[in-house]
């Protein structure tokens, strides 16, 4: 899917809502948090030193509702290494 989402944060950096395709879906449960490494034998990137963390893929996996009596949704979102855009990866039911 890879759909670019905008994602609202708390202070403290837990994830609050998602726009996505103009919508705002709510978290409504508590989100799981996770980080993966990047194969970077495969993309073949390179950086100069110093440049930061070239290999941490970061996921949310959110419950997301649109309003408070609509079906619950699961949400998984990725950030890719050094990028700041948030992708929605998948959605389930």
Do not use: K
């Amino acid at each position: 899917m890879d759909a670019e989402v905008d994602v609202r944060f708390t202070p403290a950096g837990t994830p609050l809502a998602v726009r996505h395709e103009g919508r705002i879906w709510a978290v409504a449960a508590d989100p799981v948090h996770w980080f993966t490494r990047d194969a970077w034998w495969d993309t073949r990137r390179t950086a100069a030193v110093g440049s930061g963390d070239m290999v941490s893929v970061e996921f949310w996996q959110l419950q997301v509702r649109l309003g408070s009596n609509s079906a619950l949704r699961t949400f998984t979102l990725r950030r890719d290494p050094l990028s700041t855009q948030w992708l929605l990866e998948s959605i389930s039911d």
